[in-house]
């Protein structure tokens, strides 16, 4: 979680004065966190780049930040801005206007029409010596199947549920309706749920 003083007006007014400590504070507390964002859209070498540009450009920013959103969302947003750049340079773009050419049809019998479970997910079971292998074996097939989801839905399922932050903080570093966030985080949450499912029913990815 963020450190309070870290979004603190004076601590916000040290970096505007450009307060080296309070930078080099700045990147320590976030700087992981923020790769982990630009990974889900571009590969680790490409993800090191976008942060390392997103932190140039906010240290120019930072005497202009006005304060109307959280610095982590602030900083976030900018993250994202420059992997979306990368990807765009070798021809591929996010768009977070969720789309029925997404893939969900296969997901489709699993909800009503209002979006509730028809069927519901299994009673996952965890427990038995065989445990510890299982885990790694499902936690590869997560790895494997996060890698090959929509990236709109990567880093929305990224950011709300591995990362904790709030629909309003999303919105703001996504530019996107709070809706069509909504979406895209059903649409992943429902893909894990089938995976781990379909692991626990046949013990295969």
Same mark, same amino acid.
């Given at each position: ?15 505007? %004065? @450009?307060?080296?400590?309070? &930078?080099?504070? +700045? ?12 990974? =889900? ?12 540009? /997103?932190?140039? /450009? ?14 982590? =969302?602030? +900083? ?11 990807? $765009?340079?070798? @021809? $591929? ?5 969720? #789309?029925?050419?997404? @893939? ?14 028809? #069927? ?13 292998? =299982? ?20 880093? *929305? ?9 709030? &629909?309003? %903080? ?10 069509? *966030? $909504?979406?895209? +985080?059903?649409? /992943?949450? %429902? $893909?894990?749920? #089938?995976? *781990?499912?379909? &692991? #626990?029913? =046949?013990?295969?990815?």
């Amino acid at each position: 979680m963020t450190e309070p003083d870290l979004e603190s007006s004076d601590f916000i007014e040290r970096l505007r %004065a @450009g307060d080296r400590g309070a &930078f080099a504070r +700045l990147v320590r507390a976030h700087h992981n966190r923020l790769l982990a964002v630009a990974r =889900t859209l571009v590969n680790p070498a490409d993800a090191e780049e976008a942060v390392q540009e /997103a932190w140039i /450009a906010a240290h120019r920013a930072l005497p202009r930040f006005e304060g109307r959103s959280a610095l982590l =969302t602030w +900083l976030t947003r900018i993250v994202i801005n420059q992997a979306r750049m990368q990807l $765009r340079r070798s @021809g $591929r773009e996010v768009l977070f206007d969720p #789309q029925e050419s997404e @893939g969900d049809d296969a997901l489709a019998h699993r909800f009503n029409r209002f979006g509730h479970w028809r #069927q519901p997910p299994l009673n996952w079971e965890m427990a038995g010596p065989d445990a510890l292998l =299982t885990r790694d074996e499902l936690q590869h097939c997560l790895e494997k199947n996060l890698a090959a989801m929509p990236d709109n839905q990567r880093l *929305v399922l990224q950011l709300r549920d591995i990362q904790g932050m709030d &629909f309003d %903080a999303i919105c703001n570093s996504l530019d996107v309706s709070a809706s069509n *966030v $909504r979406v895209l +985080l059903h649409r /992943a949450r %429902a $893909r894990i749920f #089938q995976l *781990v499912d379909h &692991f #626990q029913e =046949t013990g295969e990815c």
